[in-house]
């Protein structure tokens, strides 16, 4: 058998590679570990995303209500613009407020037929709800000769505006017809 001198070289090189099988042995699991951490970085990012959208789903069903009140008491102006007559002798004032639950019989006038289309339309449709927080309200006064100052007031549930949001708001619109 023929022994071979070993150089420094080889030895430190042997030396070297037992460390690094040493440093890989040491370092099994680290891998997981920051898979881990990520994964948990995502999903709280993920819940994040997901009240966000919870919170925008709600605030546009607030904003949806708001304008669908719009619409309501521009609907009942210009019913009242059309029956500028009946609006300056008061047809359509409304002595307590009409609930969208209990929306007036439509009599022989134009004005309580305009009443009853706009209660049941306009106050009570699908995105207000036909319930009894919802009511509207109308004051006209005659000025002039030709004209009325009106006055149309909306109160409605807006729950679902969500944190922040006060339940029952009130939409006041006011015109010279």
């Known amino acids: 058998m023929m022994n071979f001198p070993v150089s420094a070289a080889s030895r430190a090189g042997a030396h070297r ?13 680290v891998g997981l570990i920051e898979v881990l951490v990520a994964v948990l970085v995502l999903s709280i990012a993920f819940l994040g995303i997901a009240a966000l959208q919870a919170m ?18 521009y609907s ?14 008061g ?5 307590t407020p009409i609930a969208a ?28 709800g036909a319930v009894a927080s919802t009511t509207g309200s109308i004051a006209c006064t005659a000025v002039g000769t030709a004209s009325a100052d009106c006055t149309v007031t909306i109160t409605f549930d ?19 017809l």
Do not use: F
């Open 76 to 89: 009942i102006l210009d019913a009242m613009r059309a029956d500028i007559g009946g609006a300056r002798n």
């Open 56 to 73: 925008s789903l709600s605030t546009n069903n607030s904003a949806m209500a708001r304008s669908m009140v719009t619409v309501a008491s």
């Open 158 to 176: 807006d729950s679902r505006a969500g944190a922040g949001g006060t339940s029952q708001q009130q939409v006041v619109t006011r015109a010279m």
């Open 101 to 128: 639950s209990a929306c007036p019989a439509a009599g022989g006038s134009l004005a309580s037929v305009q009443l009853n289309q706009w209660c049941s339309q306009g106050l009570g449709n699908k995105s207000l």
């Open 91 to 95: 047809d359509y004032n409304t002595s």
């Open 17 to 29: 590679a037992a460390r690094q099988v040493v440093c890989l042995r040491a370092q099994s699991g």
